[in-house]
């Protein structure tokens, strides 16, 4: 993730004594009023001695969610062309309605040589995904439009932690399978269509991209030498993307990557120095198909070097001041480099570029960090310039007879500058009071993204917004333990769209084309409330209940971000149970 990091840790397999044995498990269910949406889990674990297994599975099943009941866009008296129009579709929003299967197996030991593991998952989701091309509710001549999806993930990890001496030897093998199924962005192919023209598995889907990425890596933790302590290592990756559908999308394409990193650290007290470099050599080999059929243009190769450099000081009891400097890099996708066909759920037309640049990120930020026995908090001011940024730009043109089909997006780079501000402060009050809050403030410009071709604003950047948070938590009473309670207040501030860059940005169109809905959005505040328990029933394990309440006010609004904002309402209340039981 360029300018940020995701760490998925595993759970260690289960253990027990020597000799011994141990089995035990947790039955998990959920129900959430505003979308009709149902789960139930399993999860079984069970060790004898120093090897362990376990296993779970999960189903959900979810009908369309349901918005504020407002006046739609055709229902109103106001038809005025222009941003912040009543939308196309409220209260119930067709075609959101989705069914998941989940499950996952894992089996481990651990002795004095370390430990070792195998897990491996699988995850399903087949949703509709409701489309702005339709008409309103009740129109038997126009109705809604939606599109069925159908997305897999597979995952097969192999890894270890073993010591060697005084080294610690980390190897890591994996394999994903990834699957996008979607039916065509015509309208008439939702999931009962699917269903009924022969099922998810023999369906023709309109887009079929299927992708196995295979990773190979190995760090190594050296032994500290006086106060540096760190990590070699080395990974290569292959991915091999296939394009199976009858609209080719992107075309069929590997991926090679190989990468050798290296991270030392430096306690020098008060100070802690940290710096690690890594270099890339990435290859991307397309097949020609009927749009690209250029040999020269079907090949990228990338050599890059990226680094960073951090320092923390303790600079009294409790406070410490951190900096760091740093540079990233992104390589083009191959949908960034070669797509080139309707993106039927942003309706639109997508072209790529094979002539794009890495994205190269060159960062800075500052840090304030405070741990007291009450109090914790956190001010961070950062900057983030990216070179070669890659965008989807509106061209202002439109595919089809006449320019009346889908407006077309063309990949392509500017030079960015994404400066922002963070902070968050939580203190205990009383024992049984916490509160708390953050807030972020982040801008981000483009060159040549403006009027007069000047700086201009970027595209899909979140709002600004506000946070803060109450915890109760009261002593145990009778068979309650660990109670709490919790109020939690989000306001976001209005957001205008980055003019024709912003995805939908047609619904901001004041010529009244389309004239419903918008891109850019209103500021809002929602409220959230929880309340939960575990419960001492002296049945062995204890069981937890949760009961929250989403959009406490039933806040009629859009978030940013959401994709239906042009055309539909974020989500309204919604009461959410959740029970868990030990055995």
Same mark, same amino acid.
């Given at each position: 993730?360029?300018?940020?990091a995701i760490n998925v840790l595993t759970k260690d397999a289960p253990t027990a004594d020597l000799g011994e044995s141990r089995v035990g498990g947790k039955f998990r269910s959920q129900y959430f009023t505003n979308n009709d949406e149902r789960a139930v889990g399993l999860d079984l674990q069970g060790a004898r001695g120093p090897v362990g297994v376990r296993a779970g599975f999960e189903r959900r099943i979810a009908d369309n969610y349901t918005a504020p009941e407002e006046e739609t866009f055709f229902e109103a008296a106001d038809k005025s062309p222009g941003p912040f129009n009543d939308p196309k579709?409220?209260?119930?929003?067709?075609?959101?309605?989705?069914?998941?299967?989940?499950?996952?197996?894992?089996?481990?030991?651990?002795?004095?040589?370390?430990? +070792?593991?195998?897990?491996?998952?699988?995850?399903?989701? /087949?949703?509709?995904?409701?489309?702005?091309?339709?008409?309103?509710?009740?129109?038997?001549?126009?109705?809604? !439009?939606?599109? @069925?999806?159908?997305?897999?993930?597979?995952?097969?990890?192999?890894?270890?932690?073993?010591?060697?001496?005084?080294?610690?030897?980390?190897? /890591?093998?994996?394999?994903?399978?990834?699957?996008?199924?979607?039916?065509?962005?015509?309208?008439?192919?939702?999931?009962?269509?699917?269903?009924?023209?022969? $099922?998810?598995?023999?369906?023709?889907?309109? +887009?079929?991209?299927?992708?196995?990425?295979?990773?190979?890596?190995?760090? +190594?933790?050296?032994?500290?030498?006086? %106060?540096?302590?760190?990590?070699?290592? !080395?990974?290569?990756? *292959?991915?091999?993307a296939n394009t199976r559908g009858l609209s080719e999308l992107q075309p069929t394409a590997d991926t090679w990557n190989v990468g050798l990193f290296v991270f030392e650290e430096v306690d020098l007290a008060p100070w802690t120095f940290n710096a690690g470099v890594r270099g890339d050599v990435r290859t991307i080999d397309a097949e020609p198909n009927d749009r690209t059929t250029d040999p020269d243009a079907l090949e990228n190769d990338h050599l890059t070097l990226s680094g960073a450099l951090g320092a923390n000081v303790k600079v009294a009891d409790g406070i410490a001041l951190a900096t760091n400097?740093?540079? $990233?890099?992104?390589?083009?996708?191959?949908?960034?480099?070669?797509?080139? @066909?309707?993106?039927?759920?942003?309706?639109?037309?997508?072209?790529?570029?094979?002539?794009?640049?890495?994205?190269?990120?060159?960062? !800075?930020?500052?840090?304030?960090?405070?741990?007291?026995? *009450?109090?914790?908090?956190?001010?961070?001011?950062?900057?983030?310039? =990216?070179?070669?940024?890659?965008?989807?730009?509106?061209?202002?043109?439109?595919?089809?007879?006449?320019?009346?089909?889908? %407006?077309?997006?063309?990949?392509?780079?500017?030079?960015? +500058?994404?400066?922002? =501000?963070?902070?968050?402060?939580?203190?205990?009050?009383?024992?049984?009071?916490?509160? @708390?809050?953050?807030?972020?403030?982040?801008?981000?410009?483009?060159?040549?993204?403006?009027?007069?071709?000047?700086?201009?604003?970027?595209?899909?950047?979140?709002?600004?917004?506000?946070?803060?948070?109450?915890?109760?938590?009261?002593?145990?009473?009778?068979?309650?333990?660990?109670?709490?309670?919790?109020?939690?207040?989000?306001?976001?501030?209005?957001?205008?769209?980055?003019?024709?860059?912003?995805?939908?940005?047609?619904?901001?169109?004041?010529?009244?084309?389309?004239?419903?809905?918008?891109?850019?959005?209103?500021?809002?505040?929602?409220?959230?409330?929880?309340?939960?328990?575990?419960? !001492?029933?002296?049945?062995?394990?204890?069981?937890?209940?949760?009961?929250?309440?989403?959009?406490?006010?039933?806040?009629?609004?859009?978030?940013?971000?959401?994709?239906?904002?042009?055309?539909?309402?974020?989500?309204?209340?919604?009461?959410?149970?959740?029970?868990?039981?030990?055995?």
């Amino acid at each position: 993730a360029l300018g940020g990091a995701i760490n998925v840790l595993t759970k260690d397999a289960p253990t027990a004594d020597l000799g011994e044995s141990r089995v035990g498990g947790k039955f998990r269910s959920q129900y959430f009023t505003n979308n009709d949406e149902r789960a139930v889990g399993l999860d079984l674990q069970g060790a004898r001695g120093p090897v362990g297994v376990r296993a779970g599975f999960e189903r959900r099943i979810a009908d369309n969610y349901t918005a504020p009941e407002e006046e739609t866009f055709f229902e109103a008296a106001d038809k005025s062309p222009g941003p912040f129009n009543d939308p196309k579709y409220t209260d119930e929003i067709p075609f959101t309605n989705f069914e998941q299967w989940n499950g996952y197996a894992q089996v481990g030991t651990q002795g004095h040589f370390g430990n +070792v593991q195998l897990y491996g998952d699988y995850w399903v989701n /087949r949703h509709n995904f409701l489309l702005p091309i339709g008409g309103p509710k009740g129109n038997a001549n126009n109705p809604p !439009a939606g599109i @069925g999806q159908n997305l897999e993930h597979g995952n097969l990890v192999a890894k270890g932690n073993l010591i060697a001496g005084d080294f610690v030897v980390r190897p /890591r093998l994996s394999v994903q399978t990834s699957i996008r199924q979607s039916g065509n962005g015509a309208g008439d192919q939702t999931l009962d269509v699917i269903e009924d023209s022969g $099922g998810f598995d023999d369906f023709d889907y309109d +887009v079929d991209l299927k992708t196995d990425i295979y990773t190979g890596r190995l760090e +190594v933790v050296h032994p500290e030498i006086g %106060p540096v302590g760190g990590t070699l290592g !080395a990974e290569v990756q *292959r991915q091999d993307a296939n394009t199976r559908g009858l609209s080719e999308l992107q075309p069929t394409a590997d991926t090679w990557n190989v990468g050798l990193f290296v991270f030392e650290e430096v306690d020098l007290a008060p100070w802690t120095f940290n710096a690690g470099v890594r270099g890339d050599v990435r290859t991307i080999d397309a097949e020609p198909n009927d749009r690209t059929t250029d040999p020269d243009a079907l090949e990228n190769d990338h050599l890059t070097l990226s680094g960073a450099l951090g320092a923390n000081v303790k600079v009294a009891d409790g406070i410490a001041l951190a900096t760091n400097l740093s540079s $990233g890099f992104r390589a083009p996708s191959i949908f960034e480099l070669y797509t080139n @066909g309707v993106h039927g759920g942003v309706a639109a037309f997508q072209v790529g570029d094979p002539d794009l640049d890495p994205e190269r990120a060159y960062s !800075a930020d500052v840090s304030v960090r405070v741990r007291r026995d *009450r109090l914790t908090a956190e001010v961070t001011g950062y900057v983030n310039a =990216i070179n070669d940024y890659i965008f989807l730009e509106n061209t202002n043109e439109n595919r089809g007879p006449n320019g009346n089909g889908r %407006p077309i997006y063309e990949a392509s780079q500017t030079d960015a +500058v994404i400066p922002g =501000i963070e902070a968050k402060v939580e203190t205990q009050v009383r024992p049984w009071l916490h509160v @708390g809050g953050q807030a972020a403030v982040l801008w981000g410009t483009g060159d040549g993204l403006g009027d007069s071709r000047g700086d201009g604003d970027l595209p899909l950047l979140p709002t600004d917004n506000v946070e803060g948070f109450v915890h109760l938590t009261p002593d145990d009473r009778g068979p309650l333990r660990s109670p709490r309670v919790e109020l939690h207040l989000k306001h976001g501030f209005d957001k205008d769209a980055a003019g024709t860059l912003e995805p939908f940005s047609q619904f901001d169109n004041t010529s009244g084309k389309p004239p419903f809905g918008t891109a850019s959005t209103k500021a809002y505040t929602t409220v959230d409330a929880s309340i939960e328990s575990r419960f !001492a029933l002296g049945l062995g394990g204890e069981p937890s209940l949760r009961v929250a309440m989403r959009n406490v006010f039933d806040t009629t609004y859009r978030n940013f971000l959401d994709t239906y904002k042009g055309y539909a309402l974020s989500p309204g209340r919604d009461v959410q149970l959740s029970l868990s039981v030990p055995f």
